[in-house]
Each structure stands twice: as C-alpha cells, then as structure tokens.
C-alpha cells in the first residue's frame, strides 16, 4: 500500500518553532521528489518546499524560515519551520512525485505530485 502520513502539527506561539514528518510506505522516497504544501481556509493549496536530489526550492513566504530534509533509511521527509507567523496557520501536506519537473527551474509543482499525505493541522498564535 502506497502512503504518506504526516505528524508533528500542534499549536505553537508566534516566533517559535515545529518540525513535521512525513512517513512513507510503499515505495522508497529517496527515488522520488518530495514536498511540503500548506492549505489555509479560502486560499488554494500553496507549495512551500521542494527536494529534487538535493536541489529544494522555497517561495518567498517561508524563505530562510523552512528547511526541507529527508532520511533515506527512515523513508521519511521532515519539515523545519522556525520563526513562526500566524499567518502560518494552515493544514499542512506531503507529497512525492516521479516527475523532476515537479519541482524545477524555481517552480513547485502541483499535479505533477503523485502520492499526497491527509494533512496535519498547525495553528500559530500571536
């Protein structure tokens, strides 16, 4: 069975910090891309992270705040997220995709990801 499950989402105050991960089954994660996206209400689902062999890519509202890893013989991808904001505050989900354009050239992708996590909540209070 193919499967993604995220952990890790909670509440924390704004300026702390929080690590989620992200498990995989089924297939190995270190032959694939990997990302991080985030969904708050009424906004479309943004991607925030991106791994392609080495080579991430982060948009400019988490910059320099969020790091992307992973751990091959965990199977799993991690996100570090300090200096919280509270606009911050969003359901958070991983992704993998076979396709290097998922994430290429500055972009992160979004139908190009494959298999897709149920999300973890992160609330960020000021």
């Known amino acids: 069975q193919v499967q993604l499950v995220e952990s890790g989402g909670g509440l924390v105050q704004a300026g702390g910090s929080l690590r989620l991960s992200c498990a995989a089954s089924g297939f190995a994660l270190s032959r694939y891309v990997v990302a991080w996206f985030r969904q708050a209400p009424v906004k479309e689902r943004e991607g925030i992270s991106c791994?392609?062999?080495?080579?991430?890519f982060y948009p400019d509202s988490v910059k320099g705040r969020f790091t992307i890893s992973r751990d091959n013989a965990k199977n799993t991808v991690y996100l570090q997220m300090n200096s919280l904001k509270p606009e911050d505050t969003a359901v958070y989900y991983c992704a993998a995709a076979f396709s290097g354009y998922a994430c290429n050239r500055g972009r992160i992708g979004r139908d190009e990801y494959d298999f897709w996590g149920q999300g973890t909540q992160v609330t960020v209070s000021s």
């Open positions: 791994d392609s062999s080495g080579d991430t």
